[in-house]
């Protein structure tokens, strides 16, 4: 017959195998409510409340296996439980690239409602950047400053939430990361302003350098920096209610 | 006294689909659908009773069920109902089991398919 479940060693490995702490709390209070039942439907017949209590939990079942259905189940609930290769193997490259075309289409979706709202106070079709106004300017050059930073942030924060969610090791997200600041290091941007009609360029391009800007470090650090930070958080959660000592009577428990 | 548990492959699925139709008819909570799947397959279905748990939270995450912590017999218990994307899940289960069923029937039972004629 097994032992006495024990919600902290329950708990600890369901964290270790990557269920997030709250879904955590929830099972083991179950569990321990179910435990409370059989133990509840045993009152009136033979045998010690010790005898009851260890069979309350061999009906409930051991913890190899209970750990082992409740990570499959709460693997099954999402796409990257479910896929993480795809999710955080194959997808990430792909997605930042979708991330960087959506953050482009949304600056020319942003200039072309400004110039249809604010006329003349935003447009600067055909002039040299001399004549543009100041504000639009500083906008531009905050834009081309953010575009190598904000799309590679947003799916990393992206993929770390999934993370989370999925049920798998942290190792997962943590990779996705890796991939991200590869692909944030590895873009560049070059932006000449117009001196005369017609004479601006815009470059967006990925390319791998022997010897990487100081700029390109840092946005390849950004996602590693916020990946870290996010997987730490998901992985040391502040802790709600205390272990109680054993699923059942505690004061058995004490005396084990 | 030892009990025997089995989980062929065959029996995926079956879980959900027992705990879909009995919350059909009431609310319940943990304890009470494992007795009742006990009850109901006259113990000739076992499951691992704390395994039961894991599932319920997913068929709840998936929006099947919904769950709410309750007084029951003067003691706190989470109950589960079905919900109705639940129901049209049960009915779509049911339909796709009775199917399985009848076809596997029909091999183990030995009917002969015709073949079809040559030209």
Known sequence: MNGPLSPDRLARELRRRGLPAEYVERLIEEWQDHVDDLVVSQEGGHGMEAEKICLAHHRVG????????????????????????????????PLTVVAWILYFFTGYLVGCVAVFLGGDWFRIEGKPFAEWPAYVLWAQM????????????????LTCRWGSMSGRSWLWPATACLLFAFLAGLFHINVEYPYAPGTGKLMICLFFSKRPLNSQLLHCAIPLII????LFRHGHPRRRTPPAASLGDPTLARAA | MSRTRTNPDYLNGVPELLILHL?????????EIVRAIEESTEQALEFGEGCIYPVL?????GGSLASRRELVGGRSRVVYRVTPAG?????QS?????AIVAAVEKVLRGEEHERPALA
């Open chain 1, 227 to 230: 990946g870290a930070f996010l």
């Open chain 2, 57 to 61: 939270h997913r068929l709840e995450a």
């Open chain 1, 142 to 157: 905050a834009f081309v400053f953010a575009a190598p930073i904000v799309p590679p942030l947003l799916v990393t924060m």
């Open chain 2, 94 to 98: 049911e339909n796709h089991w009775r």
């Open chain 2, 87 to 91: 129901k049209k899940k049960l009915v």
């Open chain 1, 62 to 93: 051991d913890e190899p296996t209970l750990v082992d259905t409740a990570v499959k189940e709460f693997r099954k609930r999402t796409f990257a439980g479910r896929h993480p290769v795809l999710t955080f193997l194959l997808a990430p490259i």
């Open chain 2, 23 to 31: 919350l059909s008819r009431r609310p319940m909570y943990g304890y």
